[in-house]
Structures are given as structure tokens and as C-alpha cells.
């Protein structure tokens, strides 16, 4: 399971430290020379780089809405990035992925960093000319290592047209160095945070409210069977979670309201521990009695979050707790743990 973290990573300045000859530069610089500008926004921990995403005026990366091409980094291990954009100044397209860079953590160990161009949904080595894109400059690090540093020393480098280099920063045509310093008690818009969620416990009455949905807990229950009705007239609809033999649903209920102004596919991800054996949850939709996958905007609609575990469980248990997560507009496919919205709730 990949451990996650709480960034903050405040700009310093470190001329010690700093890489013979590189020019420094702050958040909120550009560099431009006769062929590239590119705007410094800040150096962001992340847990991947994504196609598609964009800068926010305090230097955050904003992720996009909807699934895009993306690197995901290994378990145990996050990355570390210069944000910002790049532009083509040149006539000519450009090899935008001819960089070099080297991050130091409190004087250590080196990490070689890559040059990532998201333009559009995907990412591009090469940007054409006056075109511009969102720019990572990243390198994978040890989350164990982003646990205990101070410093982090960012230098980095290209040649002129872009050409081709060594794999030596100092060698470059062009070198520059910025230093992030982990500063816990930074307020203000040179700094940015790592997004990640520390896990926050519901109760029954409570409401969970972010900027795309509002979420209320309703309360939990153990049955054979979770049936929603209405009449109308003297027709019913009824629909639900049917019967299994020898199992029954474990689950949490309530409301979901779309809050954003756009189609929601609501996607719960995450597991239910009873007396140490855990199993993994699933999510059920319910609109006017009739069962659903998606949540139009200002909408509202029931939902079950449930598992199935043995009737021999289910009748004698000491505890249990249902842990539930979901990403940024309930995107598909995100782990649990790499979920920004975590949450828990005690059953027993």
C-alpha cells in the first residue's frame, strides 16, 4: 500500500547549496530567452502527473475533470515537481523534452528529474511553434524521504534550440536553481500543498459537503435485503439490493446532490473491516425507486455503500468500520488510498 503524506513546501532561498553559475528564481519568475518563456508557479508534491491539468492563481495544480493520459508513481514513492507553463517562442517546433535536473533533499541523494508538456488531454515532447502547455519538471522520490527532509534543492537546465544534452545540469547553456523548504506554518501563495486526504470520521446526521457534491449520512443497518419503494397511484416501483443466500448487507445509507454543473458517475472506493476480515465495498444508486449510475447537476439521489459478509458474521460481531473514498468529481479508478475525500464510519 503506497503511504501518503502532507506536503508543504515553502519557498527558500539557499545560496550555499545552490549549483555553480545557475541563476536563482522564485516562484512567480519567468524565464524567457529568444526561443522559450516559461512561468515558474511552485514545486508541488503529487501522487501523479496528469494530461489535462492546469495551474490556479496560488500555484496548485488543478486536475482535470474527467480521465486523461497520466503518470502514476510507484507505491512508496511520490512526485516532486517544478509546475508552471511553457511557451514556444521560436519559429520552429521545439524538443521540450530535452531538460536535465537534479533534486537534492537536505544535501543527499540526487533524484533525476523529467520534463513532462500536458497539452490538451495528453503530453507532448515536442511543442509547436507559439504553442504553449502546463510544464512538470518531476522526479520520482521515496515517500520515506519527503517524510524527514528540510531542504529540497531544484537546479536544472537546457541548451540553446533545445538541443540535445549530457545528462550534466552545470553543462547546460542555461541553468537555474530554486529551493523548497518544508514549512508547515506557511500561509500565502508561495507555498503549495500536497493534496492528500487525512481520513476523517462520519457519523450518523453528519453532511459531507466539497465543491462537486453534497453527501449526508443517513445512518447503517445489517439486512437480508435493502428495498426502496414508491406508489404511484395504485402502481409500486420497487428496487434494490436482492437476497443472497446465507450473506447479508453490512452498510451506511443516506443522500448525494449534485453541486456542480455538470453529468456525475458517482464512484465509492474502499472495504469494510468486521472483526479483522474486510471486505470490499460497493455503491448503490437510487433515484425515484429506479436504480442509477449517474447523478445530473443539482439533482439529488439515495445511495447505499455496502458489502456482503456471512450471515455467521453478521449475527455476532464485536466491530466494524466501513472506510470510503472518492477522487475529484468522483473520477474512475483511483485507489483508496490516493483518494483526496477519505472517510470513515463505525457500524460498532
Do not use: W
Amino acid at each position: 500500500m503506497k503511504k501518503i503524506m502532507t506536503l508543504v513546501l515553502a519557498l527558500g532561498l539557499c545560496f550555499s547549496l545552490a549549483s555553480c553559475g545557475a541563476e536563482e528564481v522564485n516562484y512567480g519568475d519567468t524565464i524567457t530567452t529568444d526561443f522559450v518563456e516559461i512561468q515558474v508557479s511552485s514545486i508541488a508534491g503529487l501522487n501523479n502527473i496528469e494530461g489535462g491539468s492546469t495551474i490556479n492563481e496560488d500555484g496548485s495544480v488543478k486536475r482535470p475533470i474527467e480521465n486523461t493520459m497520466s503518470y502514476e508513481a510507484q507505491d512508496g514513492q511520490s512526485y516532486v515537481s517544478l509546475v508552471g507553463t511553457i511557451k514556444n517562442l521560436g519559429s520552429a517546433t521545439a524538443d521540450v523534452g530535452n531538460f536535465e535536473a537534479d533534486f537534492v533533499f537536505d544535501g543527499g541523494e540526487t533524484y533525476k528529474g523529467s520534463s513532462y508538456v500536458g497539452v490538451g488531454d495528453s503530453f507532448e515532447y515536442e511543442l509547436a511553434s507559439k504553442n504553449q502547455g502546463t510544464f512538470f519538471l518531476a522526479a520520482m522520490v521515496p515517500d520515506e524521504v519527503l517524510e524527514k527532509f528540510t531542504t529540497c534543492e531544484l537546479t536544472f537546465g537546457f541548451n540553446d534550440g533545445f538541443e540535445y544534452t549530457d545528462g550534466d545540469v552545470n553543462g547546460c547553456d542555461y541553468v537555474y536553481a530554486i529551493t523548497a523548504t518544508r514549512d508547515a506554518e506557511t500561509e500565502g501563495n508561495l507555498f503549495v500543498e500536497k493534496v492528500v486526504a487525512k481520513q476523517q470520521e462520519v457519523k450518523k446526521g453528519d453532511k459531507v459537503t466539497t465543491d462537486f457534491v453534497e453527501m449526508t449520512v443517513k445512518g447503517h443497518d445489517v439486512k437480508p435485503e435493502v428495498k426502496f419503494s414508491k406508489t404511484s397511484g395504485s402502481f409500486t416501483t420497487t428496487t434494490g439490493l436482492y437476497e443472497n443466500s446465507g450473506k447479508k448487507y453490512m452498510y451506511i445509507e443516506g443522500s448525494l446532490k449534485n453541486v456542480s454543473k455538470q453529468e456525475l458517475d458517482a464512484e465509492f472506493v474502499g472495504s469494510l473491516v468486521v472483526d479483522g476480515y474486510e471486505y470490499e465495498i460497493d455503491e448503490f444508486l437510487v433515484e425515484d425507486a429506479s436504480s442509477c449510475y449517474s447523478i445530473e447537476p443539482l439533482a439529488s439521489v439515495s445511495y447505499v455503500l455496502y458489502a456482503e459478509i456471512p450471515n455467521e458474521l453478521a449475527g455476532n460481531y464485536k466491530s466494524a468500520v466501513l472506510n470510503f473514498g472518492f477522487d475529484e468529481y468522483f473520477k474512475y479508478g483511483t485507489d483508496f488510498e490516493d483518494c483526496p475525500y477519505q472517510f470513515s464510519y463505525k457500524i460498532k
